[in-house]
């Protein structure tokens, strides 16, 4: 299979754009889509004798492009139907872009869930295909509803692209309609996409929904260690499919990417892979204090903010209830009180929202400071 890729040319990533100009200079980060990231010594702490060894006679030579066989196992543990041959490790946006570009043609029709991460409908434009948005429905809980996606299939619709839970709502479907997904894209032979890249990280854990590819074999599942296990450091995501075909394509594309994944990197992810309860329970734990804090926050505020509750993930999509757009709004909240709050133009859906993440220890402190900046609006 060849790849066309030379010509392309791909619009700025906003969100990663805006997150450069403010994460590391804004004293309170109100955004963030993950949780604290852990420690290295947090991490080696865990380790058992045979995971220190490993660690310890590391050496920094390449490492096997599929990925760590043994780190290729841990993964395959948070699946049903996954084996460590159904899978493939690399940077979690490398994924999306990987998989999207040995998927599509400029002539397929491509539906995505919107709003969504940028580069899940940025890299479907930059190939030339056109794309139907997938759009949710706010006075519902930010519904998406299953009969409006089969009502967007087209002749050539080729992928269905989505995000549960999703970012930056914190919608999770019921299993009913995920099923319904999965029957659509399996009706149309349709290639589905699922970045799940907040899996393990449901309120109630009742509510977790299976793997897109645990479930469909034409479905290629996203994940990685960056937002559930609190490493986003490492950098080491993975996808996952039960189409070998389409993987061996994937693999192939990953030689002019990164080729191979960091050596230290799949080794600490391995480790915490083995001790991944201990890490998951503590960012639920901290997860569900914080939301309290943060629902609590926009009660007392409901003049100024209102927002549907999420039941899964570090992140929700509050409404603004003033007349100043939502760009503006952010902007000048951080430039007069170090705040720094996405807005919903960075995801390209109005100027009346903006995005809050509850997954830091941080976050009173920064509520607080939101609320003194509250006193002048």
């Known amino acids: 299979m060849n790849y066309i890729i030379s010509g392309m040319k791909i619009d700025p990533f906003k969100l990663e754009r805006y997150f450069a100009k403010y994460e590391f200079s804004a004293k309170y980060l109100l955004s963030s889509s993950d949780c604290d990231g852990f420690r290295m010594n947090d991490i080696l ?47 979690p946006e490398e994924g999306v872009f990987v998989a999207l570009n040995c998927i599509l043609s400029k002539d397929d029709h491509v539906i995505c869930i919107a709003p969504s991460y940028q580069s899940l409908p940025q890299v479907v434009r930059s190939i030339g295909c056109d794309i139907t948005y997938w759009l949710p429905d706010e006075e519902r809980g930010w519904y998406f509803d299953p009969q409006e996606l089969g009502k967007a299939i087209r ?59 645990d479930l469909y074999h034409n479905a290629i599942s996203l994940s990685g260690l960056s937002k559930t296990f609190g490493l986003a450091g490492l950098r080491i995501g993975w996808l996952t499919t039960k189409n070998h075909e389409l993987l061996e394509q994937m693999m192939a594309f990953k030689d002019y990417t990164t080729i191979c994944s960091s050596a230290p990197s799949e080794v600490l992810g391995l480790i915490g892979l083995r001790h991944k309860e201990d890490l998951i329970e503590t960012n639920i734990k901290k997860i569900k204090r914080n939301l309290s804090l943060l629902d609590g926050f926009i009660n007392a505020h409901s003049h100024i903010l209102s927002w549907s509750k999420p039941n899964a993930g570090t992140i929700g999509f509050a409404r603004l209830k003033i007349v100043t757009p939502a760009l503006d709004f952010c902007e000048g909240i951080v430039a007069e009180h170090g705040i720094m709050i996405v807005p919903s133009e960075i995801f390209d859906y109005g100027d009346k929202h903006i995005r809050l993440g509850f997954g830091r220890l941080s976050l009173q402190e920064g509520l607080d400071r939101l609320g003194e900046a509250f006193k002048g609006v």
């Open 45 to 91: 702490g865990m380790a058992t004798i045979e995971e220190m060894k490993l660690w310890q006679n590391l050496q920094l030579g390449y490492t096997e492009s599929q990925g760590l066989p043994m780190l290729r196992e841990e993964v395959a543990k948070l699946y049903s139907n996954i084996s460590s041959d159904d899978m493939m490790v690399l940077a």
């Open 155 to 213: 002749p050539n619709t080729r992928l269905i692209i989505i995000n549960f839970p999703h970012n930056p709502t914190g919608y999770l479907p019921s299993l009913h309609d995920f099923q319904s997904i999965i029957d659509i894209a399996k009706a149309h032979n349709l290639i589905l996409f699922s970045d799940e890249m907040y899996r393990y990280l449901e309120h109630d854990s009742s509510l977790r929904l299976p793997s897109a590819s």
